[in-house]
């Protein structure tokens, strides 16, 4: 059983930064894959960034490259995804999830675990 965490969120204004962190217990961190997903009002979930066990291979959703990047400090159990250059678009409550082997990085139900969500707002 995985327990995530997150916090970070906020509201910021456009161009503005946030980092987003995510608390996780209850198995060994360097054994599961991160992610982070992200849910707009009246949208599905969507995956923004993933990044591997080690933190060796991280992959982002086209719409965060160049502004998000997500890393890992396996010696705190905790993922980050750091936000630069937000848009009104980047609205949405973000979720971190995790899974010792996802079959689909991209794929929410691959992920066996997931957090209560932050929710990020950018103003115009």
């Known amino acids: 059983q995985v327990h995530l965490v997150e916090s970070g969120g906020g509201l910021v204004q456009a161009g503005g930064s946030l980092r987003l962190s995510c608390a996780a217990s209850?198995?060994?961190?360097?054994?599961?894959?991160m992610g982070w997903f992200r849910q707009a009002p009246g949208k599905e979930r969507e995956p923004v960034a993933n990044i591997s066990r080690s933190g060796g291979t991280t992959y982002y959703a086209d719409f965060v490259k160049g502004r998000f990047t997500i890393s890992r400090d396996n010696a705190k159990n905790t993922a980050y995804l750091q936000m630069e250059a937000l848009k009104p678009e980047d609205t949405a409550v973000y979720y971190c999830?995790?899974?010792?082997?996802?079959?689909?990085?991209?794929?929410?139900?691959?992920?066996?675990?997931w957090g209560q969500g932050t929710q990020v707002t950018v103003s115009s």
């Open positions: 209850g198995r060994a961190f360097n054994t599961i894959t």
């Open positions: 999830a995790a899974d010792p082997r996802p079959s689909n990085i991209w794929s929410t139900s691959a992920y066996g675990y």
